[in-house]
């Protein structure tokens, strides 16, 4: 859009210069009738009074203009010779007005009984120049409203020729590929908008049929996987149970079984991460933080008690932010099971809220690589980990137009939720 209208704002820049241009040039040749038509006037003049001056040889002795508007002097034959008649505009004081006014001035030559006559001809440009100052503001009037003629027309124009295009910006940034909203397309005869309708129409489809056909595997893929893991952990159980197996089978039969336990949390987080990458929690309601905060740090009491981590609650501001309650809930018990996990027994867990937003603290012998913390799989993580937590946290925040960032100072981890 930026260069359509470059582009027709620098042609209706040429077309203004031009129109301009053409307004000067019409300007200047309107003067020049102007001052032939006075030149013709002044010719005529002449010759009338050469002509009078052979029928009354006594106006040979006027050179004074207060009783006409032509004055006669003698002049010599080499003078004569060499001489060619010319025009000037000059200045002439005017009794009657008692000031100088503009008037326009022949000099010419004649012979008359032998002897050779310098005859100076004046006639007033008090009119002339009434009339060039009419012409040139009527030509200023005609040229702006001529521009903005242009202006205008561009613009409604453009407006016009542009609203499928807006129409369809419009829809595009309201379009839900979640809730498969449709787009209506505005009828045009322009044809590069109609193909760009097509195209549009044609990529929206697809990119909802893929939507839905992951949608639908992921679903899948997870309802398939648990039921098996499920079933394998429940068989292996009752084996546990009911055998009589010696302690190193026993030994082992555990470890399959914690595999599979970690296997099924990690099916569970990814199914997480999908469904929050696929905006499938859209729902939106006023959050308070604070007791949210509150009511996570209850349910995980019995966990830092197994842990012998003791967790830690400051509150200096209250916090109300608009989002979806499940995925507020999982990003909370995430950042605080995260630093539960990662503290040395006989340890604290700080949690602080405040204007800037929520912070967890947790003491480290060693910063974490910041390019890699919010990585899925970053590795590294503990045996009971999934690898997990912090990227589905992050990718919360994301969803949420919050900010999660990671700090490590005065030997301690700090993850900070920004609002």
């Known amino acids: ?15 203004i210069f031009l129109l301009g241009l053409w307004a000067l040039i019409f300007y200047f040749e309107i003067l020049d ?9 002044l010719d005529n003049q002449k010759m009338l009074i050469i002509r009078q001056a052979k029928e ?6 006027k050179n ?3 009783d006409g508007n032509y004055i006669i002097t003698p002049t010599t034959p080499q003078h004569s010779r060499s001489f060619t008649d010319a025009y000037r505009d000059t200045l002439m004081f005017m009794e009657n007005e008692d000031e100088y006014e503009p008037v326009r001035l022949l000099e010419s030559v004649f012979q008359q009984n032998g002897q050779y006559y310098k005859i100076k001809v004046v006639t007033s440009m008090v009119e002339e120049d009434d009339l060039r100052k009419e012409l040139f503001f009527s030509l200023i009037w005609l040229y702006l409203g001529l521009i903005l003629t242009i202006l205008v027309l561009n613009n409604v124009l453009q407006k016009k020729a542009w609203k499928p295009f807006y129409k369809l910006l419009h829809q595009l940034e309201k379009f839900s590929i979640e809730k498969d909203s449709k787009i209506k397309f505005e009828t045009t005869k322009i044809e590069e908008f ?5 195209r549009v129409d044609r990529l929206l489809k697809k990119t909802v049929e893929s939507y839905k056909s992951q949608k639908e595997f992921i679903e899948n893929a997870s309802h398939e996987l648990q039921t098996p893991l499920a079933i394998s952990i429940n068989k292996l159980e009752l ?3 009911n055998a009589n197996l010696p302690p190193a089978q026993m030994e082992e039969l555990g470890t399959v079984l914690h595999s599979l336990e970690r296997l099924t949390r990690l099916n569970r987080s990814l199914l997480l991460l999908s469904r929050i990458e696929n905006r499938q929690f859209e729902a939106k309601e006023n959050i308070a933080w604070n007791d949210l905060v509150k ?6 009491d019995d966990f830092a008690e197994h842990q012998q981590v003791k967790i830690s609650l400051t509150e200096e501001a209250h916090i109300e932010h608009t989002g979806n309650k499940d995925l507020a809930g999982i990003l909370v018990s995430n950042l605080l099971k995260n630093a539960i996990f990662h503290t040395p027994s006989g340890t604290a867990v700080e949690v602080k809220i405040s204007a800037k937003g929520i912070e967890f603290k947790n003491p480290g012998s060693s910063p974490l690589e910041k390019s890699k913390i919010f990585s899925r799989f970053k590795g590294g993580e503990k ?3 999934t690898g997990l937590g912090l990227a589905i946290s992050k990718a919360i925040v994301e969803k949420m137009n919050m900010d999660l960032t990671y700090n490590y100072t005065s030997q301690n981890h700090i993850f900070t939720i920004f609002f």
Do not use: H
């Open 56 to 61: 009354d040889p006594s106006i040979l002795s």
């Open 383 to 385: 045996e009971d980990s």
């Open 194 to 198: 109609k193909l760009l309708n097509e």
């Open 295 to 300: 009511q996570i740090i209850t349910e995980f």
């Open 239 to 241: 084996m546990a149970e």
């Open 1 to 15: 859009m930026k260069l359509l209208n470059y582009t027709t704002t620098y042609f209706a820049v040429i077309l």
């Open 33 to 41: 009738e102007i001052y032939d038509s006075m030149d013709d006037g």
């Open 64 to 66: 004074a203009f207060e």
